[in-house]
C-alpha cells in the first residue's frame, strides 16, 4: 500500500510553494525552524502517540491487560 497526498493536499502544496517565494530570508529562516520542529520533533511524537492509542484500543478489544501497566 503506498501513501498518496489527496488533490487538495497537492493544491496546498502548490499554493504553499508559490507563496515561499514571495517571503524574505527573514521570514523564510523563522519558517523553516518552525518546519523543522514539526517534522523532526512534533510529527515523530505525534505517529508515536497514535501507534500506543491503536494499540490500546486492540488490546482492549481482546481483553488483555493495558500496554501502559
Wanted: with cysteine; glycine share 2%.
Amino acid at each position: 500500500m503506498m501513501i498518496e497526498p489527496s488533490v487538495n493536499d497537492q493544491l496546498r502544496h502548490h499554493q504553499f510553494v508559490k507563496g515561499l517565494d514571495k517571503l524574505d530570508r527573514d521570514s523564510l529562516l523563522v519558517l523553516t525552524k518552525d518546519l523543522a520542529r514539526i517534522a523532526l520533533l512534533m510529527q515523530p511524537a505525534a505517529m508515536r502517540w497514535a501507534v500506543t492509542e491503536a494499540a490500546k484500543n486492540l488490546s482492549s478489544c481482546h481483553g488483555t491487560s493495558n500496554l501502559s501497566e
